[in-house]
């Protein structure tokens, strides 16, 4: 309990909105997609994937062992594919280093992947694994949402993390 208001206040403190990114992906992702008034469900994370799915128009998705976002996604996205050979967008509750490598070397994700981690101050340990993750070379840009965390590979930027209030 103390940990998820502790860390949502320091959360608050090192967050910023769109005028604190300089990076033009992160900075359209973030006012044309997630600053935009659609709101397609209740539950943050899962409204942020919908809205990534819907700006980024994936067709090759991932949600491993929930079967209910799967069709809440079909709903929304008729066309969309739940392919395990090449994935555009992953999205699960937690990913530790090991896996990420695992697929990465299988090219299972591939630049301009896209992983969605749903609640990553659920606990000290899931933060951890964030910052674990987000540690890995192959990772160029993550973004702390606080509900969720999105990691990208995307050889032509920079490594940059951003701290983004929704």
């Known amino acids: 309990m103390w940990f998820r208001v502790v860390s949502y206040l320091k959360f608050l403190v090192k967050s910023t909105n769109e005028h604190g990114v300089h990076s033009p992906f992160v900075y359209n992702y973030v006012t044309k997609c997630l600053y935009s008034k659609k709101r397609l469900d209740r539950n943050k994370s899962i409204n942020i ?28 996205f008729g066309e969309t594919q739940f392919d395990k050979k090449i994935i555009h967008l ?58 969720c965390g999105l990691i990208s590979i995307r050889r032509e930027q920079a490594k940059e993390h951003f701290t983004i209030r929704i």
Request: hydrophobic share 40%.
């Open 90 to 147: 992953l999205f699960v509750d937690g990913l530790d280093t090991a896996s990420f490598k695992k697929m990465f070397s299988e090219e299972t994700l591939r630049n301009n992947s896209i992983i969605l981690i749903d609640s990553i101050y659920k606990c000290k340990e899931s933060l951890n694994l964030w910052h674990r993750l987000i540690a890995q070379p192959e990772i160029t840009v993550s973004i702390d949402m606080y509900h």
């Open 49 to 76: 994937l919908l809205k990534t799915i819907a700006y980024f128009k994936f067709e090759s998705i991932s949600i491993p062992d929930k079967p209910e976002i799967q069709d809440l996604v079909r709903q929304h």
